[in-house]
C-alpha cells in the first residue's frame, strides 16, 4: 500500500495510507454480494409469494420495465446512499475499514459521491473494472476516474502503527476532563487532529489552529471555554485520551 499525501486548504501535509487494490476490490465483492442477496431474497418476496410476477405477465413491456427498475432502484444507487449515509463508506468499505475522503483533507460532499458514483459506468461497468483497476494502479493517489474528478480518494482506516505513535498522551492521575462530547470523535479523527496540531504547532501557523478549531467544534458540538486555540485542541487531545482510557 502507497502512502497518500492530503495537503489540506492551509498547506498542512497529513500522511494516510492509500487502501490497496486488494483491499477495493474485496470491498465491492462483499458490495456485490448484498446486492445479489437483495435481488435473489427480496426479489422472491415481492414478486413470487405476492403473486406480483404472474400480475405482471399482464401488463404491455413498458409497465414491466417500470415496475423492475422501480425494483432495482436500491441496488442502482447502493452506493451513493451508503457513502452519503456512512460518511465514505458503503458496508464492504466498513467491514474492510477503507474509506473516501477529500484530497483536500475535507469531508467528501454529497456531490462528491454523486460525481464518483456516476464514474462507476466507465470505471467499472465498463470492461468489468479495468478501467478503474489500470486507474488506481496507474494513478499516484491511487485514484479511479471517478476519484480523479471529484478529487477524492480512498484511504486505509486501519492503523499500522502502535497507539504510543500516534494520539496516546501522558496524563495526570488527577486529569479532570472538559469536553465530553470528545467522545464523538474516531480514533482515525483523533489521529488527524494530533498530526495536523502538531505540524500547525511547529510551524506556528495560526491560521491553520484556528481552522482546526472550528473544524472541530463543528463536528463535536463543542462549545470552547478556551480563548486560546492552541490550549483548546490540547485539551480536546487529552480528554479524548482520557475517555478513551477510562471506557
Do not use: C
Not at 474528478?149 to 486501519?158: D, E, H, P, Q, R
Not at 486529569?175 to 494530533?194: C, E, F, H, Q
Not at 463543528?218 to 490550549?231: L, P, Q, R
Amino acid at each position: 500500500m502507497s502512502e497518500l499525501q492530503i495537503n489540506t486548504t492551509q498547506n498542512v501535509n497529513i500522511m494516510f495510507t492509500a487502501a490497496s487494490v486488494g483491499e477495493r476490490i474485496l470491498a465491492y465483492a462483499t458490495d456485490f454480494l448484498i446486492k445479489i442477496a437483495y435481488v435473489s431474497t427480496i426479489g422472491y418476496f415481492i414478486f413470487y409469494l405476492t403473486g406480483l410476477w404472474d400480475y405482471m405477465r399482464s401488463l404491455d413491456d413498458w409497465s414491466q420495465m417500470a415496475l423492475i427498475i422501480l425494483f432495482l432502484l436500491p441496488v442502482i444507487f447502493y452506493t451513493l446512499l451508503f457513502e452519503s449515509l456512512l460518511e465514505g463508506q458503503t458496508i464492504g468499505k466498513r467491514i474492510l475499514k477503507i474509506k473516501v475522503v477529500k484530497i483536500d483533507g475535507y469531508q467528501a460532499s454529497f456531490s462528491d459521491y454523486v460525481v464518483r458514483w456516476l464514474f462507476r459506468v466507465i470505471d467499472i461497468n465498463m470492461m468489468s473494472g479495468i478501467v478503474a483497476l489500470i486507474s488506481i494502479i496507474v494513478s499516484n493517489k491511487s485514484q479511479r476516474l471517478g476519484d480523479i474528478t471529484a478529487g477524492t480518494s480512498v484511504i486505509t482506516l486501519k492503523d499500522k502503527v502502535t497507539m504510543n505513535q500516534t494520539i496516546l498522551m501522558d496524563l495526570a492521575e488527577d486529569y479532570k476532563p472538559t469536553y465530553p462530547l470528545v467522545i464523538k470523535l474516531s480514533d482515525n479523527d483523533a489521529r488527524i487532529i494530533k498530526d495536523t496540531y502538531e505540524t500547525a504547532r511547529k510551524a506556528s501557523d495560526h491560521k491553520t489552529m484556528q481552522k482546526l478549531k472550528d473544524r472541530i467544534e463543528k463536528v463535536t458540538g463543542i462549545e470552547s471555554v478556551h480563548n486560546n486555540t492552541h490550549a483548546f485542541v490540547k485539551t480536546v487531545l487529552k480528554d479524548y485520551n482520557y475517555y478513551t482510557q477510562h471506557m
